[in-house]
């Protein structure tokens, strides 16, 4: 059975000032006074302890909200990126430079979530070309990659990649192609260098073959 030391400590103090049974202070009463101290250390210790537990518990059950709101935000995020939908396109960003400020950055959730998805991260991020201006004949030609969806890209990544680990015409062909996507602002260079390494033959991806 659990010793209450609190009440313990309580009933030893009144017993002392009032109890005429307990022995007086100069009579033996110090020695009661003294265990009645180590009761009322030992409730401290427990209330301390009862309430480090609530703390921690507490600060438990925060960051385990914490962690769900940054996954449900970057889930929000990424699929605002990759829906390249001006709007939402442009709100994901404007969230993501919102939550740097706030220093709760959340970029690594998002790319995490956009490759899970079968999103290149990089290609996300960039300007969907509905939001860059098209009357300024002098303007750089708008990076239209993250416009292609994205069961296209990888069919035109496969495809290219194996033509360029070929030889013959079909290299040839194959660079011709994505250099003339890069020209019109779709640059798959780096979805195809992904699918070259994933090839069992293909070459070393730190030389690509284009």
């Given at each position: 059975m659990s010793i209450n030391h609190r009440?313990?400590?309580?009933?030893?103090?009144?017993?002392?000032m009032n109890d005429p049974e307990m022995p007086a202070l100069g009579e033996g009463g110090e020695g009661v006074l003294t265990t009645a101290l180590?009761?009322?250390?030992?409730?401290?210790?427990e209330d301390q302890a009862a309430q480090t537990a609530d703390l921690r518990e507490a600060l438990q059950s925060l960051r385990r909200r914490f962690n769900?709101?940054?996954?449900l935000v970057a889930a929000h995020i990424a699929e605002g990126l990759a829906s390249r939908e001006k709007d939402r396109w442009k709100a994901a960003i404007d969230l993501t430079k919102a939550l740097d400020e706030a220093h709760c950055n959340v970029d690594d959730l998002v790319d995490a979530r956009l490759a899970?998805?079968?999103?290149?991260?990089?290609?996300?991020?960039?300007?969907p070309a509905a939001l860059v201006p098209r009357d300024d004949p002098?303007?750089?030609?708008p990076d239209i990659t993250g416009d292609i969806p994205e069961r296209v890209r990888r069919v035109l990544s496969d495809l290219l990649a194996c033509a360029l680990l070929t030889d013959g015409d079909g290299q040839n062909i194959a660079r011709s192609i994505a250099f003339a996507l890069k020209n019109e602002g779709a640059d798959l260079t780096p979805d195809i260098e992904k699918r070259i390494t994933?090839?069992?033959?293909?070459r070393d991806p730190s030389d690509p073959p284009f």
């Amino acid at each position: 059975m659990s010793i209450n030391h609190r009440a313990e400590a309580l009933r030893l103090v009144d017993g002392v000032m009032n109890d005429p049974e307990m022995p007086a202070l100069g009579e033996g009463g110090e020695g009661v006074l003294t265990t009645a101290l180590v009761h009322a250390t030992l409730a401290r210790n427990e209330d301390q302890a009862a309430q480090t537990a609530d703390l921690r518990e507490a600060l438990q059950s925060l960051r385990r909200r914490f962690n769900d709101t940054r996954t449900l935000v970057a889930a929000h995020i990424a699929e605002g990126l990759a829906s390249r939908e001006k709007d939402r396109w442009k709100a994901a960003i404007d969230l993501t430079k919102a939550l740097d400020e706030a220093h709760c950055n959340v970029d690594d959730l998002v790319d995490a979530r956009l490759a899970d998805d079968g999103w290149d991260p990089r290609s996300a991020y960039k300007t969907p070309a509905a939001l860059v201006p098209r009357d300024d004949p002098w303007a750089a030609t708008p990076d239209i990659t993250g416009d292609i969806p994205e069961r296209v890209r990888r069919v035109l990544s496969d495809l290219l990649a194996c033509a360029l680990l070929t030889d013959g015409d079909g290299q040839n062909i194959a660079r011709s192609i994505a250099f003339a996507l890069k020209n019109e602002g779709a640059d798959l260079t780096p979805d195809i260098e992904k699918r070259i390494t994933e090839l069992p033959l293909g070459r070393d991806p730190s030389d690509p073959p284009f």
